[in-house]
């Protein structure tokens, strides 16, 4: 089964809304990634967070992480258009080393409307 | 230049046949992995190599074969293509070293197996 599962798995919304799309895993984590893909295309990592850490920022981005409840959510703000894309959250498990087997969960399709 | 290159980009075969999918990257990495991915569905690893000499199955290895020629090529093989391995095939890569977890995608092979 996969590591991680993304919630919801599809999402519209209108332009200059905020996004919100949430991730659950299972085992322990060196490190959860998200990542986006354009339809067909290659993915492109957009932040890690660590373990250790409980939320990070990379411009409108803002990714939270609850290693209780082996959760993670990913926060778009002020969406665009261009944002339309599938989000991907990847697990690097713990006790392995790190980098070495990402595990992606199955993403969420995010729709946003001019 | 892309930094990670697949070719073909498009491929359609016949059941039986044998094909190979190539990737090349010169982002000095040693790490590389296959994955495929099917419809509507995240990606599933199919093969890891963490330098020339290491090869890794991955989740789906069965059907599928690797070669590292080299530090910058890395080529996946189906030994007698089936239709249920029709699907989206990506190359990564990644430096793997603390810090330097980010993989980077290659555009994907789109394969058709008939």
């Known amino acids: 089964s996969q590591q991680g599962e993304e919630d919801p798995q599809a999402l519209s919304i209108q332009e200059g809304e905020n996004a919100t799309m949430n991730c659950s895993y299972k085992?322990?984590?060196?490190?959860l990634q998200w990542y986006r893909q354009n339809s067909g295309r290659g993915l492109v990592h957009l932040i890690l967070?660590?373990?250790?850490?409980r939320e990070k920022h990379s411009g409108r981005l803002r990714v939270t992480l609850d290693t209780s409840k082996k959760s993670s959510s990913l926060l778009i703000t002020a969406s665009r258009a261009a944002d339309t894309a599938s989000y991907f959250c990847?697990?690097?498990?713990?006790?392995?080393?790190?980098?070495?087997?990402?595990?992606f969960g199955e993403g969420t399709q995010l729709t946003v409307n001019p | 230049d892309a930094d990670v290159t697949q070719t073909p980009r498009n491929r359609i075969t016949k059941t039986g046949k044998r094909i190979m999918l190539e990737c090349s990257q010169t982002?000095?990495?040693?790490?590389m992995y296959w994955y495929r991915q099917d419809p509507g569905l995240g990606l599933q690893l199919i093969y890891y190599?963490?330098?020339?000499?290491?090869?890794n199955k991955g989740e789906i290895s069965d059907g599928y074969s690797v070669s590292r020629q080299a530090q910058a090529k890395f080529s996946l093989s189906l030994e007698s293509a089936i239709p249920n391995q029709t699907a989206l095939y990506f190359c990564?890569?990644?430096?793997?070293?603390?810090?330097?977890?980010?993989?980077?995608f290659g555009p994907g092979t789109r394969l058709l197996v008939l």
């Open positions: 085992t322990s984590i060196n490190n």
């Open positions: 967070i660590r373990s250790n850490e």
């Open positions: 190599s963490f330098d020339v000499k290491d090869i």
């Open positions: 990847a697990t690097d498990r713990w006790g392995e080393t790190s980098g070495s087997r990402l595990t």
């Open positions: 990564a890569t990644s430096d793997g070293g603390l810090g330097q977890e980010t993989q980077y």
């Open positions: 982002k000095g990495h040693d790490r």
